[in-house]
């Protein structure tokens, strides 16, 4: 079964509110949703609206301070929107309970002392904490599964390696792995590759396409690098305080790939036009 027929989206609009192909079989429902920092600041977000069926691996992209990890926190549960609902997996994020274990998270910046003395077998491991808890030992099986992620993701001869001492890339691997641990089905990544080379950034993405090609896990990811990582994704999303989407069947041709750059700049512009005529009217105001 290909991308597309596990979750490929149709009818995308500029408004950003798509029909996914399954309605009962959604990742992610968002409704309305806008969220500000403080009610005196302009919103982060803005009206947003989408479905994301399972089985997709969508590439999130936009401007710099665009709201795209804000986003991903709302997501996470970690930030309540202003307005508007968020459900992933049928519920709110933060009524999720022990299907939170069914998430797993690698942000743009482990929150991880890298001078702990701990090896990359040790990282991996802890994404088994959630079932097990840190007070009990983790068993053989667990044990196997983390090296056969290690192996999936080439670290496995990196075990015993601390940390700390590792590439930013392997560490990035280490952490995926973690995040695999409780088995997910939803895969969240934030600007994964930023500091990896341009090798890397390839072995990389061919990894995380095997997740979503080979057991159909949805994967949510910011990216700048629309034309590397376009081959493997079945969707694109705009986000710049709202949301712009492109639709693909099986392939992302130019076409998409130039929309998307398009999308991009012109959510910048306008953004930049709209501070500029505020900056002007509010000299007039005060002449």
């Keep these: 079964m290909g991308q597309a027929d596990r979750g490929s989206m149709k009818g995308a609009t500029d408004t950003g509110k798509v029909a996914a192909r399954q309605t009962d079989n959604l990742a992610i429902q968002v409704t309305g949703v806008s969220f500000s ?3 005196g600041l302009e919103p982060t977000l803005h009206d947003i609206d989408f479905e994301l069926a399972t089985g997709v691996f969508l590439a999130l ?3 710099n301070g665009g709201g795209k990890t804000t ?4 997501l996470l549960g970690e930030l309540e929107p202003t307005t508007g609902s968020v459900k992933v997996f049928g519920r709110a994020p933060r009524e999720l309970g022990s299907l939170r274990a ?3 998270y690698v942000p743009q910046k482990a929150h991880f002392d890298l001078s702990f003395p701990a090896s990359a077998l040790d990282v991996v491991l802890m ?3 959630f079932e097990t808890g840190l007070i009990r030992r983790v068993s053989s099986a667990k044990k196997r599964r983390a090296e056969e992620l290690m192996a999936r993701f080439g670290i496995a001869e990196l075990a015993t390696e601390q940390i700390g001492k590792l590439s930013y890339g392997q560490q990035q691997r280490a952490f995926i792995a973690r995040a695999l641990m409780p088995s997910p089905e939803l895969l969240i990544l934030d600007e994964p590759t930023v500091g990896i080379d341009t090798d890397g950034q390839t072995l990389f ?3 995380v396409a095997t997740l979503n090609r080979d057991f159909g896990i949805t994967i949510v990811m910011v990216s700048h690098d629309v034309a590397q990582v376009a081959s493997h994704i079945s969707e694109i999303a705009c986000l710049f305080h709202t949301m712009h989407w492109h639709s693909k069947s099986e392939l992302i041709n130019e076409e998409v790939l130039e929309k998307a750059h398009i999308c991009e700049l012109d959510a910048y512009l306008k953004e930049h036009l709209r501070h500029i005529d505020e900056f002007h009217r509010g000299k007039g105001a005060k002449t």
């Excluded at 986003?71 to 709302?74: G, M, V």
């Design 205 to 207: 993405y061919d990894k």
């Design 127 to 129: 994404g088994a904490y």
């Design 37 to 39: 920092y403080s009610p």
């Design 71 to 74: 986003f991903l926190r709302i």
């Design 102 to 104: 069914k998430i797993g």
């Design 61 to 63: 992209i936009g401007p």
